[in-house]
């Protein structure tokens, strides 16, 4: 009888370790979603900024040679 306990509390055991880890993985996947969201978010910022500038110098008919 106390091996087929210990085999249950065993396999209780490795399924809670599962779960436990399975959780960790899907807080840093949420994380690293979010990371990227606001990386991407601060790029098109600064695509804008750069094309507002291009803009600009266009307008203005300047080169950026000496």
């Known amino acids: 009888m106390l091996w087929p306990m210990l085999a249950v509390a065993l396999g209780f055991l490795g399924i809670a ?3 436990l880890l399975g959780i ?3 807080v840093e996947a949420r ?3 979010l ?3 606001r ?5 098109n ?6 094309e507002r500038a291009a803009t600009g110098l ?7 040679r000496p």
């Open 58 to 64: 266009a307008r203005t008919g300047e080169t950026l």
């Open 45 to 50: 910022r600064a695509a804008e900024d750069l």
């Open 39 to 43: 990386t991407t978010e601060r790029i």
């Open 35 to 37: 990371e990227v969201a």
């Open 24 to 26: 960790r993985v899907f």
């Open 31 to 33: 994380r690293l979603g």
């Open 17 to 19: 370790v599962l779960g």
